[in-house]
């Protein structure tokens, strides 16, 4: 059974850090490119960013690039994202996702392309 586990959410004040983790288990964790989704009250699930299975692409959605920073630990299981400058405009459940093709050559952003999820942490920037 495949888990992915996040960590790392909590409150914070406008311009403030946070570092999100997600740790995967129950599959080889290396082949998969990962995503982060979030979603707010009343919103689609929306995409934020995403990384491929070796590290090497990293894609990020207009509203978050420059502030956050996907990364990813092999040997760890664990793929973070580093939020920076946040906004209050950016609280919301985070998502981290498993693609679910091992090997693509190609980065997916659309929450279909995923098959695994983790269970949500929450944001909270206030201003």
């Known amino acids: 059974q495949v888990q992915l586990v996040e960590s790392g959410g909590g409150s914070v004040q406008a311009g403030g850090s946070l570092r999100l983790s997600c740790v995967a288990s129950?599959?080889?964790?290396?082949?998969?490119?990962m995503g982060w989704f979030r979603q707010a009250p009343g919103k689609e699930r929306e995409f934020v960013a995403a990384?491929?299975?070796?590290?090497?692409?990293?894609y990020y959605a207009d509203s978050v690039k420059g502030r956050f920073t996907i990364s990813r630990e092999n040997a760890k299981n664990t793929v973070y994202l580093q939020m920076n400058s946040l906004k209050p405009e950016d609280t919301a459940a985070y998502y981290c996702?498993?693609?679910?093709?091992?090997?693509?050559?190609?980065?997916?952003?659309?929450?279909?392309?995923?098959?695994?999820w983790g269970q949500g942490t929450q944001v909270t920037v206030s201003s």
């Open positions: 996702a498993s693609d679910r093709r091992a090997f693509g050559d190609r980065v997916p952003f659309g929450p279909s392309e995923y098959d695994y």
């Open positions: 129950g599959r080889t964790f290396s082949p998969y490119s």
């Open positions: 990384i491929s299975w070796r590290g090497g692409r990293t």
